[in-house]
């Protein structure tokens, strides 16, 4: 069984986009809080384009992940999911960091600290969770028996053995 393209799409964009907004809200309310300037705040989130990149990569890969992988129990799909999430946003940070000459595995570590700290990474996994139970799953053509044009489980082999037998 897999996950239709198109549902593996709207799952890919609620979770990239919705954790994304969540870090830049939380991030625009402790900056706000603090009383600091929202100049660095629009450079940081609004102006950077390694935020896009980072929201078109995130979404491809999830994309891919979900309509490539087997469907699989929430447990596994969170776990796989946020792995890669995590390596989209330590790819993206790290990237951005090379090409403004800075350390990329210090700026990719940083980030991971700072979206814990803003939310988008825990806020990436809860919408995992809930999003999962809204996959739209098909049969792959793989799980198909030729013969019948009817998909054979594992409880159906005994029923196969006992026809192939005549038992």
């Given at each position: ?18 954790s ?35 929201v ?47 350390a ?64």
């Amino acid at each position: 069984m897999t996950v239709t393209w198109r549902s593996a799409v709207s799952y890919a964009l609620t979770v990239v986009v919705l954790s994304w907004l969540t870090g830049v809200a939380v991030d625009l309310a402790w900056t706000t809080a603090s009383g600091g300037g929202l100049g660095g705040w629009v450079s940081l989130w609004v102006k950077d384009p390694w935020n896009a990149v980072f929201v078109v990569a995130a979404t491809a890969s999830l994309t891919l992940t979900r309509g490539l992988l087997a469907a699989l129990p929430r447990w596994r799909v969170v776990l796989v999911d946020g792995s890669v999430y995590l390596v989209m946003l330590l790819a993206c940070s790290g990237l951005s960091a090379w090409a403004g000459g800075d350390a990329p595995a210090d700026m990719a570590c940083m980030m991971a600290v700072y979206a814990l700290f803003t939310l988008q990474l825990p806020a990436a996994w809860l919408l995992c969770v809930w999003r999962t139970g809204h996959l739209e799953v098909v049969l792959s053509r793989a799980g198909w028996n030729g013969t019948h044009g009817e998909h054979k489980n594992h409880s159906d082999h005994g029923d196969d053995q006992r026809e192939a037998t005549g038992r």
